[in-house]
């Protein structure tokens, strides 16, 4: 929940910059999107929909954690790793499993998550840009889904599962992996499995800039896909359809807008949530 805090407000610009007109964009960039945001409609503009994610935030990490241990627990019984004389062992004096094995287990955990990520998402990506769009009018979250389910039914939440699904599968890969792998190297490099607090938060850093930057141009069409408006009989784009837009439009730059703001704000959040996480693991175990 604190690390949504923190990212939230570089969130809205993301999704503003990713959905604006491709042929004739509102904003500049990062910078000129926040300008106009915090004129506009004040500091609170840049938290619009929070609440969605926040709750979001506990189930998904919830799942998304819990389901990596679990996982981990699976790989090793089928595919045990092999001890080496240069192997350190794990917390629980376990040979590691290998990079390989890690990112697995990340990438199936990220595909569980997108279950729960694909409606939560939707709400939040339809309130931070109805404003700029000048879209249907939601007075919070609860209005927002009341008039969707009456609207088109509980299957309005699940567009752009498919690319959510994709994006949380390959990212989430990227995300452990990156983690364990810098958290490996701090380890190599001291001969010591017992990192500090700082070196948690680099490998919870590195963790979420891959994370972001690995299937960026998926997350782009997906959060064209969920602000679409449409009643019930609506024809939606397809994502190859919007994916030819944005080429047609931008070109290749169309699928990265906002890209560089998303990893930079990410590195602080997932340094939290990586260091929460890990602290709260190594005290269940004490």
């Known amino acids: 929940m604190v690390g949504k805090v923190v990212e939230y407000p570089f969130d809205t610009v993301k999704v503003r910059l990713q959905t604006q007109s491709v042929e004739n964009p509102l904003f500049k960039g990062p910078m000129d999107c926040l300008k106009a945001t915090v004129k506009e409609e004040g ?8 609440s969605s994610p926040i709750v979001g935030a506990m189930l998904e990490n919830a799942i998304l954690f819990v389901g990596y241990r679990q996982i981990q627990r699976q790989i090793r019984e089928i595919s045990p790793p092999v001890q080496t004389p240069t192997t350190v062992l794990d917390d629980n004096g376990e040979v590691p499993l290998t990079f390989n094995q890690l990112a697995l ?11 729960i990520l694909t409606p939560v998402e939707l709400i939040k990506c339809k309130l931070q840009v109805q404003h700029m769009l000048k879209s249907t009018q939601f007075n919070g979250p609860l209005d927002l889904i009341k008039q969707t389910y009456r609207a088109q039914g509980i299957a309005a939440f699940y567009r752009g599962f498919m690319p959510t699904f994709v994006r949380e599968t390959g990212a989430s890969a990227f995300w452990f992996g990156a983690y364990e792998y810098t958290c490996a190297a701090l380890i190599k490099r001291r001969q010591d499995a017992d990192l500090s607090a700082p070196e948690l938060m680099l490998g919870g850093a590195m963790g979420g800039i891959a994370y972001n930057l690995s299937f960026f141009p998926v997350d782009v069409v997906k959060s064209r896909m969920q602000i679409e408006e449409g009643g019930l009989h609506a024809k939606y784009k397809s994502f190859t359809q919007i994916s030819k837009e944005i080429y047609a439009g931008a070109g290749v730059k169309g699928f990265y807008r906002g890209c560089a703001m998303t990893a930079a704000k990410s590195a602080p959040a997932n340094a939290i949530i990586f ?11 004490i």
């Open 275 to 285: 260091m929460t996480y890990v602290s709260a693991f190594i005290t269940q175990c």
């Open 43 to 50: 500091v609170k503009g840049l938290f619009k929909g929070m």
């Open 105 to 115: 287990a990340g990438a199936i955990a990220g595909s569980l998550v997108s279950v």
